[in-house]
């Protein structure tokens, strides 16, 4: 069977005229603001006019552009030292959307689409978007390809020695025993992770996983926190917030 | 501070007998049975009648007693080895209740009583309910020590290599690759989960804890699976459940 691999991500403005499109269609996303359409479109204008300023501003101090499709690149082109089959990025807020992969797919009689969500863990809100947007894409271009989509690997070991060593060369020459160490997920509303998503629970799995490997080394830090981050809006989210924990440290050093 | 440490858990019935006490006390614990205290007791009666020849029977299988006093007073044992303080076992079910502990803890001038629940994750249903009591009863008998309370220690490092180890020694000449491993915990209605008890997320990163030590060491199972057991009644539990998994099994080792 004819197959070809797609790195399923939410994408990263290529440049800062790409920042409005990102969030237009992040908020336009009915797993991101589960609500009704009009409500979505309401709440969408409000955080966008809000935010749309302050968000360009942050692009611009990474350099006018979002690493992440430099970053997709090269992974794509390591992977093809290791594979056989053709390998695209399939973005979902931002180009190269899923469009000019599944076109391609097409075309060559690709049978078989491999989907590989770049997020770690599950969520409705990550890897369900993506493989709906994928499957709504097919449907109306008359593409019927069998999809394979590859499990979340939050505690796959290979990628948590990655995660750790990255850690530990950071940590390089300084006592790590006088240090906290916060790992910062992404946070999500409460209301989704209610409805069932398992994201919580792999993040969890993945903190700690991290210290298992740690303490498998002989690393100990003075404490290992999780803690959740970008929380936008009112209601509640997942805690504790990082922003809360940096003002308010119970211990000085942190990484 | 004069300090004492208390070792809680859900106790485990000494003999035949006491299996009906038991099971009434708890099915009367309101972090057990969520309703209003006639529901309660409406519905403790009818899972007691329908189930406590059943249970007695699994005693019986298991020596007419639980293992877990005898267990608890060896582990009580070694602890006075490392701890120069009183230390003594309160049971949330069947004797020893808290009350003989704290009559003594009171008597003896003990300020500080240290609470290390042996439930590995914290649950509403198990920590939080010997928390309770613990409290209940001190107000009740006017003594009003300082409570510290010890944190779950489900990805503990020693616990889960201690837990590896006993997984490791089982495995001793067998080959784990043609393995799966179950790691079966207690299950939850997901009601109670939805409520924002944490044991889900707990029990989670215990798993992968436990996989990562045992990748560390280089033990490879063909699958490490997370299930979930003894669910009671109608309701939607914590899946999967144990026995759909043995049912229906995608390989046939399974220890």
Known sequence: MKQALLL???????????????????????????????????????????????????????GG?????????????????????????????VPPFADKALFQCQKDGVEELILFPMYPQYSTTTT??????????CEAMGYAPRITLIDPYYDDYDYIAACCEKIMDTMKGKETKEYDLLLSAHGLPLSIIKAGDPYQNQVEGNASAIKTYLASKGVAFHEIKLVYQSKVGSSAWLEPNLVDVLRNPTHRKVL
Chains 1, 2 share one sequence.
């Open 8 to 62: 399923l991500n939410m994408g990263g403005p290529n440049n800062i005229e790409e920042v409005e499109l990102f969030l237009r269609n992040m908020f336009a996303d009915k797993n991101i603001l589960t609500m009704n359409p009009y409500m979505r479109k309401f709440i969408a204008n409000i955080i966008i006019s809000k935010r749309l300023e302050d968000v360009k501003e942050n692009y611009r101090l990474l």
């Open 65 to 93: 552009k979002s690493p992440l499709p430099e970053l997709t690149d090269q992974l794509i082109s390591k992977l093809k030292n290791y594979l056989d089959i053709p390998i695209y990025p399939a973005m979902r807020y």
């Open 128 to 137: 369900l978007s993506s493989v709906e947007d994928i499957q709504q894409r």
